[in-house]
């Protein structure tokens, strides 16, 4: 099952301007630094001893076994460069939207004598920039992400559905069932 804010985060890397740090001692001392200095709470969003956090920020360790190097550039993507991240956010918040490329099943609320069954689909659509402004900021309070469903859900049912007020007047709820793969574009 994809989290919505795992997408968001994925389509953040192909605004860097930056490549990310290459060695392991580079990558940590990054991911401190975005932490304010604080090593436990790398250690525990890495799932490693704060020790061995602190072993890769003198060198006496280099190189990283295959899970935690995974974790260290996961977690780098998160908050490697900000400032780029929140311009481009505030880009497409602002003017340019967000492209979601999706494989659900949508289930719908309509009246009777249609059919409201759930069905699997794989959809790419283009949601303007107030949907994108919507679900920015709902992550960034932390939502959940069955909020963030509900978001990404009125907007479909807005665009896709309704093609903005011009067909299926009539359709009252559109909701995600379940999302087998998600990807956004910003």
Same mark, same amino acid.
């Given at each position: 099952?994809?989290?919505?804010? !795992? *997408?968001?985060?994925?389509?953040? /890397?192909?605004? %860097?301007?930056?490549? #990310?740090?290459?060695?392991?001692?580079?990558?940590?001392? *990054? $991911?401190?630094?975005?932490?304010?200095?604080?090593?436990?709470?790398?250690?525990?969003? #890495?799932?490693?001893?704060?020790?061995?956090?602190?072993? +890769?920020?003198?060198?006496?360790?280099?190189? /990283?076994?295959? *899970?935690?190097?995974?974790?260290?550039?996961?977690?780098?993507?998160? =908050?490697?460069? /900000?400032?780029?991240?929140?311009?481009?956010?505030?880009?497409?918040?602002a003017?340019?939207?967000?492209?979601?490329? =999706?494989?659900? +099943? %949508?289930?719908?609320?309509? /009246?009777?004598g249609?059919?409201?069954?759930?069905? $699997?689909?794989? $959809?790419t659509?283009?949601?303007?920039?107030?949907?994108?402004?919507?679900?920015?900021?709902?992550? !960034?309070?932390?939502?959940? !992400?069955?909020?963030?469903?509900?978001?990404?859900?009125?907007? %479909?049912?807005?665009?896709?559905?309704?093609?903005?007020?011009?067909?299926?007047?009539?359709?009252? =709820?559109?909701?995600?069932?379940?999302?087998?793969?998600? !990807?956004?574009?910003?």
């Open positions: 099952m994809e989290k919505i804010t !795992d *997408a968001i985060d994925r389509a953040a /890397p192909e605004h %860097f301007t930056q490549a #990310l740090p290459k060695s392991a001692q580079a990558q940590m001392r *990054a $991911l401190v630094k975005a932490a304010k200095g604080d090593k436990k709470a790398v250690a525990d969003r #890495l799932g490693i001893d704060p020790n061995t956090v602190r072993r +890769y920020l003198k060198g006496q360790r280099k190189h /990283p076994r295959a *899970a935690l190097r995974e974790a260290l550039l996961r977690e780098l993507k998160k =908050v490697w460069q /900000p400032g780029i991240r929140r311009q481009a956010r505030k880009k497409a918040a003017t340019g939207g967000i492209t979601v490329e =999706v494989w659900a +099943y %949508f289930g719908y609320t309509a /009246p009777v249609t059919t409201d069954e759930a069905r $699997l689909r794989h $959809l659509v283009h949601l303007p920039p107030q949907w994108a402004e919507r679900l920015f900021a709902a992550q !960034d309070k932390g939502e959940s !992400d069955q909020k963030m469903r509900e978001i990404m859900a009125k907007g %479909f049912q807005e665009v896709y559905f309704q093609n903005s007020g011009s067909r299926a007047a009539n359709l009252l =709820v559109v909701e995600f069932t379940g999302i087998k793969a998600i !990807d956004i574009s910003y």
